[in-house]
């Protein structure tokens, strides 16, 4: 019966999988496969680096979607068949169940024990970049600039003209549906400022960049809770589309790694997790990819010591920890986002 459900499962899954294989360098018969969210054209400098190190292995490197990797690990598990050797991916409380599960072995990591302890669990799970929420907005709406609290943005959103607020879909959005939960957890009138929003007539949406689109385009003015590492290089780049990190507190997520049990070659997943925790890793993570270090060694503005000496106990980092997989109960999402509802329509 377990292998027909795991069966079902492959079965079910939507076949979107983006796979480029990184021939070795210098030949060789080693092959490491990396079940990733992360965009392949992102990762490859990435796998690139890791190459030069070790020129005899192949990576063969699969761009999926969150859900669909710990589906991929779970199914090819119980059905007793070869997963992937790391997995590498956004969804920090589906990745942390996985380890929680079973799905993952103990990684022998050099490093490991420097690691900051909100940053890892049972040497299984470890957070890899330091990723913050930000404020989108504007530029030339704002001339005095943005609201920069919460409470501001709530005294804003008073006057604001109809419809100029974006944020996430909590119910198509993860990590839209993350930080609503951590701004519960650290913010008292949050309810409050979701009705507010309500009345403004937020618009809501599935990802960053239709937000972040929304904002640059001036079609919206302000845009919530948005992952920084998507708005930095854009707003870089855009001359009118500007972010602050609120004063009041932020909100850091992670991008996290594991080495499956049913790892194939479980030395190279641990060599590439690795890497990828070591300082040039960390360095290209920030400054390529602009998705800020975790290490304590990386010390540039995209890096998890910049922002923890510009903001110190204002930081509200996601811990890697089983306490994320309150977040999967289903109950409680359902009540969630009835409140959710209920507080857009204007209700209590």
């Known amino acids: 019966m377990w292998v027909l459900r795991a069966l079902l499962v492959c079965l079910a899954l939507p076949v979107r999988a983006d796979v480029v294989v990184f021939p070795a360098p210098g030949g060789g ?175 809501t949406f599935p990802t960053s960049q239709d937000i972040i689109d929304g904002v640059n385009s001036g079609a919206l003015k302000l845009g919530y809770n948005v992952l920084g590492s998507y708005a930095a290089d854009q707003a870089a780049r855009l001359p009118d589309l500007g972010l602050v990190l609120p004063r009041d507190y932020v909100v850091v997520v992670s991008r996290v790694a594991l080495v499956p049990r049913a790892a194939v070659s479980p030395d190279l997943g641990e060599a590439f997790l690795a890497f990828l925790m070591s300082r040039e890793g960390q360095t290209l993570l920030a400054e390529r990819l602009r998705l800020p270090a975790v290490s304590l060694e990386v010390r540039g503005k995209d890096s998890a010591v910049a922002m923890q000496e510009a903001l110190g106990a204002k930081l509200r980092p996601v811990a890697v920890s089983p306490g994320l997989l309150a977040y999967l109960d289903g109950a409680g999402r359902a009540q969630v986002l009835a409140a959710w509802n209920a507080a857009l329509e204007g209700g209590e």
């Open 29 to 203: 018969e080693r092959e490491l496969v990396v079940y990733s969210s992360l965009d392949s054209p992102l990762a490859r400098p990435l796998v690139e680096a890791f190459q030069r190190q070790a020129p005899d292995v192949t990576v063969r490197y699969e761009d999926l979607l969150t859900g669909e990797i710990a589906a991929r690990v779970m199914a090819e598990t119980d059905a007793g068949q070869p997963t992937a050797d790391l997995v590498f991916s956004s969804a920090m409380d589906v990745t942390v169940k996985l380890a929680n599960d079973g799905y993952a072995r103990e990684a022998d990591v050099a490093g490991a024990e420097t690691w900051p302890d909100w940053a890892a669990w049972r040497s299984m799970v470890f957070a890899l970049t330091f990723e913050p929420a930000v404020i989108v907005y504007h530029k030339p709406s704002f001339p005095d600039g943005p609201p920069d609290t919460r409470a501001a943005l709530i005294d804003w959103l008073a006057t604001a003209p109809k419809g100029a607020i974006g944020t996430y879909d909590i119910a198509r959005s993860a990590v839209g549906y993350l930080f609503l939960m951590r701004d519960q957890e650290h913010f008292a009138d949050l309810w409050p400022l979701v009705r507010a929003m309500g009345r403004a007539g937020v618009q």
